[in-house]
Protein backbone atom coordinates (compact mmCIF):
# COMPACT_ATOMS: atom_id res chain seq x y z
CA UNK A 1 0.00 0.00 0.00
CA UNK A 2 2.47 2.41 1.14
CA UNK A 3 4.55 1.17 -2.47
CA UNK A 4 1.94 1.83 -4.78
CA UNK A 5 1.45 5.92 -2.92
CA UNK A 6 4.55 6.32 -3.33
CA UNK A 7 4.33 5.53 -6.98
CA UNK A 8 1.54 7.55 -7.31
CA UNK A 9 3.26 11.04 -5.72
CA UNK A 10 6.01 10.29 -8.44
CA UNK A 11 3.92 9.78 -11.43
CA UNK A 12 2.11 13.19 -10.61
CA UNK A 13 5.59 15.20 -9.72
CA UNK A 14 7.12 13.97 -13.09
CA UNK A 15 3.59 14.75 -14.63
CA UNK A 16 3.36 18.32 -13.37
CA UNK A 17 7.18 18.94 -14.08
CA UNK A 18 6.92 17.85 -17.97
CA UNK A 19 3.87 19.82 -17.98
CA UNK A 20 5.18 23.14 -17.31
CA UNK A 21 6.27 25.42 -20.22
CA UNK A 22 9.65 25.67 -21.54
CA UNK A 23 9.69 29.38 -20.47
CA UNK A 24 9.04 28.33 -17.28
CA UNK A 25 11.48 25.02 -17.01
CA UNK A 26 14.08 27.90 -18.65
CA UNK A 27 13.31 30.00 -15.60
CA UNK A 28 14.05 27.42 -13.03
CA UNK A 29 16.90 26.10 -14.45
CA UNK A 30 19.02 29.94 -15.56
CA UNK A 31 17.67 31.37 -12.24
CA UNK A 32 18.38 28.31 -9.95
CA UNK A 33 21.15 29.47 -7.88
CA UNK A 34 22.24 33.41 -9.08
CA UNK A 35 23.14 35.51 -6.56
CA UNK A 36 22.05 38.88 -7.90
CA UNK A 37 24.84 41.03 -5.83
CA UNK A 38 27.72 38.82 -7.26
CA UNK A 39 29.26 39.97 -10.84
CA UNK A 40 29.25 37.50 -13.17
CA UNK A 41 32.81 37.33 -14.39
CA UNK A 42 34.86 34.01 -13.67
CA UNK A 43 37.97 35.96 -13.22
CA UNK A 44 37.43 39.19 -10.67
CA UNK A 45 39.87 41.02 -11.18
CA UNK A 46 37.94 41.87 -15.23
CA UNK A 47 35.46 44.12 -15.02
CA UNK A 48 31.84 43.71 -16.42
CA UNK A 49 31.85 45.57 -19.87
CA UNK A 50 28.52 46.96 -19.91
CA UNK A 51 27.54 49.10 -23.00
CA UNK A 52 25.45 52.54 -22.73
CA UNK A 53 22.95 53.75 -25.28
CA UNK A 54 20.82 57.45 -25.01
CA UNK A 55 17.50 57.68 -26.49
CA UNK A 56 15.71 61.07 -26.77
CA UNK A 57 12.08 60.74 -27.08
CA UNK A 58 11.14 64.26 -26.03
CA UNK A 59 12.49 67.31 -24.01
CA UNK A 60 9.58 68.37 -22.48
CA UNK A 61 10.53 71.53 -20.12
CA UNK A 62 13.58 73.38 -19.68
CA UNK A 63 13.31 75.17 -16.77
CA UNK A 64 15.20 78.77 -16.13
CA UNK A 65 14.59 79.50 -12.51
CA UNK A 66 15.44 76.28 -11.53
CA UNK A 67 18.30 75.71 -14.11
CA UNK A 68 17.35 72.70 -15.01
CA UNK A 69 15.70 70.02 -18.12
CA UNK A 70 12.65 67.49 -17.87
CA UNK A 71 12.51 65.05 -20.77
CA UNK A 72 11.48 61.58 -21.53
CA UNK A 73 14.61 59.56 -22.03
CA UNK A 74 14.63 55.54 -22.67
CA UNK A 75 18.50 53.92 -21.97
CA UNK A 76 19.87 50.74 -23.60
CA UNK A 77 22.46 48.72 -21.45
CA UNK A 78 24.14 45.61 -22.80
CA UNK A 79 26.47 43.21 -21.55
CA UNK A 80 27.40 39.42 -20.63
CA UNK A 81 26.19 36.95 -18.15
CA UNK A 82 27.72 33.13 -18.72
CA UNK A 83 25.26 31.89 -16.16
CA UNK A 84 22.37 33.13 -18.21
CA UNK A 85 23.31 31.09 -21.37
CA UNK A 86 21.35 27.93 -22.05
CA UNK A 87 20.62 25.83 -25.44
CA UNK A 88 17.85 26.75 -27.59
CA UNK A 89 17.33 22.97 -28.46
CA UNK A 90 15.99 22.22 -24.92
CA UNK A 91 13.37 24.88 -24.89
CA UNK A 92 11.55 24.71 -27.62
CA UNK A 93 13.61 27.31 -29.33
CA UNK A 94 13.61 29.76 -27.08
CA UNK A 95 16.13 32.38 -27.94
CA UNK A 96 14.88 35.45 -25.44
CA UNK A 97 12.95 35.94 -22.51
CA UNK A 98 12.29 38.31 -20.16
CA UNK A 99 13.60 37.49 -16.46
CA UNK A 100 12.66 39.64 -13.26
CA UNK A 101 15.70 42.71 -12.93
CA UNK A 102 15.72 41.69 -8.47
CA UNK A 103 16.54 37.59 -10.16
CA UNK A 104 19.53 38.45 -11.99
CA UNK A 105 23.16 40.66 -11.50
CA UNK A 106 22.40 45.03 -12.91
CA UNK A 107 24.82 47.43 -12.79
CA UNK A 108 24.23 50.43 -10.47
CA UNK A 109 23.90 52.70 -13.47
CA UNK A 110 22.42 56.14 -13.19
CA UNK A 111 21.77 59.59 -14.11
CA UNK A 112 24.55 61.58 -11.73
CA UNK A 113 22.79 64.71 -12.48
CA UNK A 114 19.25 63.79 -11.76
CA UNK A 115 17.12 66.00 -9.41
CA UNK A 116 15.21 64.64 -7.13
CA UNK A 117 14.87 61.16 -4.91
CA UNK A 118 13.99 58.47 -6.88
CA UNK A 119 17.40 58.15 -8.73
CA UNK A 120 18.67 55.54 -10.37
CA UNK A 121 17.08 52.67 -13.65
CA UNK A 122 15.44 50.92 -10.74
CA UNK A 123 12.76 53.97 -10.33
CA UNK A 124 10.88 52.73 -13.82
CA UNK A 125 8.10 51.39 -15.31
CA UNK A 126 9.94 49.01 -17.63
CA UNK A 127 12.67 47.15 -15.71
CA UNK A 128 12.95 43.75 -16.67
CA UNK A 129 15.63 42.95 -18.34
CA UNK A 130 15.53 40.71 -21.66
CA UNK A 131 18.30 37.49 -21.96
CA UNK A 132 19.20 35.87 -24.80
CA UNK A 133 20.67 32.45 -25.54
CA UNK A 134 24.23 33.71 -25.70
CA UNK A 135 23.93 35.05 -22.77
CA UNK A 136 23.86 38.98 -23.70
CA UNK A 137 21.55 40.92 -21.30
CA UNK A 138 19.52 43.73 -23.18
CA UNK A 139 17.97 46.38 -20.17
CA UNK A 140 15.43 49.47 -21.50
CA UNK A 141 14.78 51.17 -18.87
CA UNK A 142 12.73 54.09 -19.95
CA UNK A 143 11.67 57.65 -17.35
CA UNK A 144 11.17 61.27 -17.64
CA UNK A 145 14.10 62.52 -15.72
CA UNK A 146 14.83 65.84 -14.58
CA UNK A 147 18.12 66.88 -14.65
CA UNK A 148 20.46 69.82 -13.68
CA UNK A 149 21.61 71.82 -16.58
CA UNK A 150 23.58 75.13 -16.79
CA UNK A 151 21.33 77.24 -18.59
CA UNK A 152 22.54 81.18 -19.89
CA UNK A 153 19.50 83.02 -20.98
CA UNK A 154 21.51 86.34 -22.00
CA UNK A 155 20.72 86.20 -25.77
CA UNK A 156 16.77 85.39 -24.23
CA UNK A 157 14.41 84.44 -26.56
CA UNK A 158 17.08 83.98 -29.22
CA UNK A 159 19.08 81.31 -27.02
CA UNK A 160 20.49 77.60 -27.62
CA UNK A 161 21.23 75.74 -24.70
CA UNK A 162 23.28 73.33 -24.24
CA UNK A 163 22.05 70.47 -21.73
CA UNK A 164 24.53 67.73 -20.20
CA UNK A 165 22.81 64.09 -19.41
CA UNK A 166 25.44 61.91 -17.07
CA UNK A 167 25.10 58.47 -17.12
CA UNK A 168 27.73 56.86 -14.69
CA UNK A 169 27.83 54.50 -11.62
CA UNK A 170 26.94 54.81 -8.05
CA UNK A 171 29.18 52.39 -5.83
CA UNK A 172 31.35 50.46 -8.50
CA UNK A 173 34.73 51.99 -10.15
CA UNK A 174 36.32 51.28 -13.19
CA UNK A 175 38.09 47.81 -11.98
CA UNK A 176 34.11 46.25 -11.30
CA UNK A 177 32.48 47.84 -14.04
CA UNK A 178 33.99 49.26 -17.10
CA UNK A 179 31.02 51.99 -18.77
CA UNK A 180 31.01 52.64 -22.82
CA UNK A 181 29.36 53.92 -25.75
CA UNK A 182 29.76 52.48 -29.65
CA UNK A 183 27.94 55.75 -30.74
CA UNK A 184 28.95 59.98 -31.18
CA UNK A 185 25.17 60.60 -30.98
CA UNK A 186 22.01 60.70 -28.56
CA UNK A 187 19.49 58.32 -30.77
CA UNK A 188 16.87 60.58 -31.43
CA UNK A 189 14.59 57.59 -33.90
CA UNK A 190 11.68 58.16 -31.94
CA UNK A 191 12.26 61.71 -31.36
CA UNK A 192 9.28 64.39 -30.69
CA UNK A 193 9.18 67.40 -31.84
CA UNK A 194 8.54 70.21 -29.15
CA UNK A 195 6.54 73.36 -29.16
CA UNK A 196 9.23 75.60 -27.07
CA UNK A 197 12.84 74.22 -28.09
CA UNK A 198 13.88 72.82 -31.52
CA UNK A 199 16.49 69.91 -31.55
CA UNK A 200 19.73 71.40 -33.07
CA UNK A 201 22.64 68.61 -32.48
CA UNK A 202 23.57 65.33 -30.00
CA UNK A 203 27.06 64.58 -28.84
CA UNK A 204 28.09 62.12 -26.88
CA UNK A 205 31.52 62.07 -24.34
CA UNK A 206 33.45 60.08 -21.90
CA UNK A 207 34.72 61.04 -18.46
CA UNK A 208 36.93 60.02 -15.80
CA UNK A 209 37.51 61.56 -12.21
CA UNK A 210 39.56 59.95 -10.09
CA UNK A 211 37.93 59.37 -6.24
CA UNK A 212 40.52 58.11 -3.47
CA UNK A 213 42.31 56.38 -6.01
CA UNK A 214 39.61 55.31 -7.57
CA UNK A 215 38.70 55.79 -11.13
CA UNK A 216 35.37 56.33 -11.82
CA UNK A 217 34.08 56.64 -15.82
CA UNK A 218 30.49 58.65 -16.80
CA UNK A 219 29.10 58.86 -20.22
CA UNK A 220 28.16 62.34 -20.82
CA UNK A 221 24.98 62.57 -23.43
CA UNK A 222 24.95 66.38 -24.75
CA UNK A 223 21.96 67.74 -25.95
CA UNK A 224 21.98 71.26 -27.60
CA UNK A 225 18.44 72.81 -28.43
CA UNK A 226 17.36 76.07 -29.65
CA UNK A 227 14.26 78.20 -28.74
CA UNK A 228 11.85 79.03 -31.16
CA UNK A 229 11.00 82.64 -30.82
CA UNK A 230 8.54 83.02 -32.68
CA UNK A 231 5.55 83.53 -29.96
CA UNK A 232 8.04 85.72 -27.82
CA UNK A 233 8.71 87.68 -31.25
CA UNK A 234 4.84 88.55 -31.43
CA UNK A 235 3.95 88.61 -28.05
CA UNK A 236 6.71 90.29 -25.82
CA UNK A 237 8.77 91.99 -28.04
CA UNK A 238 7.06 93.65 -31.44
CA UNK A 239 4.89 95.03 -28.69
CA UNK A 240 7.50 96.82 -26.46
CA UNK A 241 9.17 97.84 -29.74
CA UNK A 242 6.25 99.75 -31.10
CA UNK A 243 5.37 101.00 -28.01
CA UNK A 244 9.59 102.34 -27.54
CA UNK A 245 8.54 104.29 -31.21
CA UNK A 246 5.33 105.85 -29.72
CA UNK A 247 7.03 108.16 -27.40
CA UNK A 248 8.90 109.90 -30.33
CA UNK A 249 5.68 110.82 -31.50
CA UNK A 250 5.07 113.38 -28.24
CA UNK A 251 7.88 115.51 -29.63
CA UNK A 252 5.54 116.20 -32.93
CA UNK A 253 2.53 117.40 -31.27
CA UNK A 254 2.32 120.55 -31.14
CA UNK A 255 2.93 122.29 -27.43
CA UNK A 256 -0.72 124.07 -28.23
CA UNK A 257 -2.19 121.17 -28.02
CA UNK A 258 -2.33 120.81 -24.58
CA UNK A 259 -2.28 116.71 -25.10
CA UNK A 260 1.52 116.33 -25.06
CA UNK A 261 1.94 114.89 -21.18
CA UNK A 262 -1.25 113.56 -21.24
CA UNK A 263 0.10 111.39 -24.31
CA UNK A 264 3.39 110.67 -22.36
CA UNK A 265 2.06 109.38 -19.50
CA UNK A 266 -0.76 107.50 -21.32
CA UNK A 267 2.20 105.62 -23.30
CA UNK A 268 4.32 105.38 -20.03
CA UNK A 269 1.05 103.43 -18.14
CA UNK A 270 0.48 101.51 -20.81
CA UNK A 271 4.30 100.39 -21.41
CA UNK A 272 4.24 100.03 -17.55
CA UNK A 273 1.13 97.68 -17.15
CA UNK A 274 2.35 95.31 -20.14
CA UNK A 275 5.81 94.81 -18.50
CA UNK A 276 3.79 93.61 -15.30
CA UNK A 277 2.15 91.15 -17.69
CA UNK A 278 5.33 89.94 -18.99
CA UNK A 279 7.73 90.23 -16.39
CA UNK A 280 6.68 86.32 -15.05
CA UNK A 281 7.62 85.27 -18.10
CA UNK A 282 11.05 86.74 -18.17
CA UNK A 283 13.97 84.32 -17.33
CA UNK A 284 14.68 85.42 -13.56
CA UNK A 285 18.47 84.63 -13.44
CA UNK A 286 21.09 87.52 -11.90
CA UNK A 287 24.01 85.30 -12.97
CA UNK A 288 22.93 85.76 -16.98
CA UNK A 289 20.73 88.35 -16.56
CA UNK A 290 18.77 88.27 -20.43
CA UNK A 291 19.65 90.99 -22.57
CA UNK A 292 15.96 91.71 -23.14
CA UNK A 293 15.76 92.74 -19.64
CA UNK A 294 18.38 95.74 -19.94
CA UNK A 295 16.35 96.40 -23.10
CA UNK A 296 13.15 97.10 -21.07
CA UNK A 297 15.48 99.31 -18.32
CA UNK A 298 16.90 100.91 -20.93
CA UNK A 299 13.14 101.82 -22.09
CA UNK A 300 11.77 102.57 -19.45
CA UNK A 301 14.54 105.02 -18.82
CA UNK A 302 13.96 106.54 -22.04
CA UNK A 303 10.15 106.89 -21.27
CA UNK A 304 10.90 108.44 -17.91
CA UNK A 305 13.53 110.96 -20.03
CA UNK A 306 10.97 111.56 -22.65
CA UNK A 307 8.13 112.94 -19.72
CA UNK A 308 10.62 115.05 -18.24
CA UNK A 309 11.71 116.43 -21.40
CA UNK A 310 8.23 117.25 -22.40
CA UNK A 311 7.49 118.74 -19.09
CA UNK A 312 10.69 120.96 -18.90
CA UNK A 313 9.84 122.11 -22.44
CA UNK A 314 6.45 122.72 -21.93
CA UNK A 315 6.90 125.16 -18.89
CA UNK A 316 9.40 126.93 -21.11
CA UNK A 317 6.49 127.41 -23.59
CA UNK A 318 4.46 128.52 -21.12
CA UNK A 319 6.58 130.89 -19.43
CA UNK A 320 4.55 132.86 -16.73
CA UNK A 321 7.05 134.93 -15.32
CA UNK A 322 8.50 136.52 -18.45
CA UNK A 323 10.71 139.56 -16.26
CA UNK A 324 13.72 138.10 -14.77
CA UNK A 325 12.92 134.41 -14.85
CA UNK A 326 15.49 131.87 -15.25
CA UNK A 327 13.56 130.09 -17.88
CA UNK A 328 14.23 133.24 -19.89
CA UNK A 329 17.89 133.61 -18.79
CA UNK A 330 17.92 129.61 -19.93
CA UNK A 331 16.47 130.38 -23.40
CA UNK A 332 18.55 133.60 -24.21
CA UNK A 333 21.49 131.70 -22.77
CA UNK A 334 20.91 128.38 -25.26
CA UNK A 335 19.12 129.93 -28.19
CA UNK A 336 22.79 130.88 -29.66
CA UNK A 337 23.59 127.60 -29.38
CA UNK A 338 21.03 125.99 -30.97
CA UNK A 339 21.19 128.51 -33.97
CA UNK A 340 18.42 130.94 -32.77
CA UNK A 341 18.93 134.70 -33.77
CA UNK A 342 18.08 136.58 -31.08
CA UNK A 343 16.51 139.25 -33.77
CA UNK A 344 17.94 142.97 -34.55
CA UNK A 345 18.66 145.10 -31.64
CA UNK A 346 18.43 148.71 -32.81
CA UNK A 347 18.93 150.37 -29.55
CA UNK A 348 22.07 152.53 -28.75
CA UNK A 349 23.15 151.72 -25.73
CA UNK A 350 23.54 148.97 -23.27
CA UNK A 351 21.31 150.19 -20.90
CA UNK A 352 18.81 149.99 -24.03
CA UNK A 353 19.98 146.49 -24.99
CA UNK A 354 19.55 144.77 -21.44
CA UNK A 355 15.80 146.52 -21.11
CA UNK A 356 14.76 145.00 -25.02
CA UNK A 357 16.26 141.63 -23.99
CA UNK A 358 14.34 141.48 -20.38
CA UNK A 359 11.88 142.94 -22.13
CA UNK A 360 8.13 140.51 -21.90
CA UNK A 361 7.59 140.40 -25.59
CA UNK A 362 11.19 139.61 -26.42
CA UNK A 363 11.73 136.95 -23.57
CA UNK A 364 7.83 134.55 -24.67
CA UNK A 365 9.14 135.23 -28.20
CA UNK A 366 12.53 133.64 -27.41
CA UNK A 367 11.67 131.05 -24.83
CA UNK A 368 9.04 129.77 -27.44
CA UNK A 369 11.58 129.83 -30.15
CA UNK A 370 13.96 127.82 -27.87
CA UNK A 371 11.03 125.47 -26.55
CA UNK A 372 9.91 124.09 -29.89
CA UNK A 373 13.87 123.77 -31.41
CA UNK A 374 14.23 121.92 -27.90
CA UNK A 375 11.26 119.63 -28.52
CA UNK A 376 12.37 119.21 -31.95
CA UNK A 377 16.13 118.56 -30.83
CA UNK A 378 15.09 115.98 -28.45
CA UNK A 379 12.80 114.20 -30.72
CA UNK A 380 15.80 113.26 -33.24
CA UNK A 381 18.06 112.41 -29.64
CA UNK A 382 15.53 110.37 -28.29
CA UNK A 383 14.69 108.32 -31.49
CA UNK A 384 18.56 108.00 -32.45
CA UNK A 385 19.07 106.70 -28.81
CA UNK A 386 16.42 104.08 -29.17
CA UNK A 387 17.75 102.99 -32.67
CA UNK A 388 21.02 102.34 -31.66
CA UNK A 389 19.89 100.60 -28.57
CA UNK A 390 17.53 98.68 -30.72
CA UNK A 391 19.79 97.56 -33.27
CA UNK A 392 22.19 97.05 -30.78
CA UNK A 393 20.06 94.41 -29.30
CA UNK A 394 19.31 92.29 -32.31
CA UNK A 395 23.02 92.30 -33.72
CA UNK A 396 24.01 91.11 -30.07
CA UNK A 397 21.24 88.17 -29.53
CA UNK A 398 21.99 86.90 -33.16
CA UNK A 399 25.77 87.36 -33.03
Not at 209 to 237: C, G, Q
Request: aromatic share 12%.
Amino acid sequence: MKLSTWMICVCVCLQSSSAKLPEARLHDDILYGIDPYVRPVSDVTKPVNVSVELFLISVIELNERERSMSSLIWIELRWFDEQLAWNTSKYGGIDSSRVPFNRIWTPDILLRNEIGNKKGMQHTNFIDPTVRSTGEVFWWPGKEVKTKCEIDTTKYPFDEQECTLEVGKWYSDDSKINISSDTSKVDISFYEESEEWKLVDTDVKYSTRLESELKFSKNLFIVKIERRSTFFIANIILPVLLMSFLNQLCFVLPPESGEKIGMCMAIFLTFAVFLSLVGNSLPQSSIHMPAYCIYLVFQTILGILTISSEVFILRLYNNPCWHDSCFSRFAIFVAPLLGLSLGPITTKNEEDIVETKTSKGFAEEICRKVALKLDCVCGWLMLCCNLTFTIGFFLFVNV
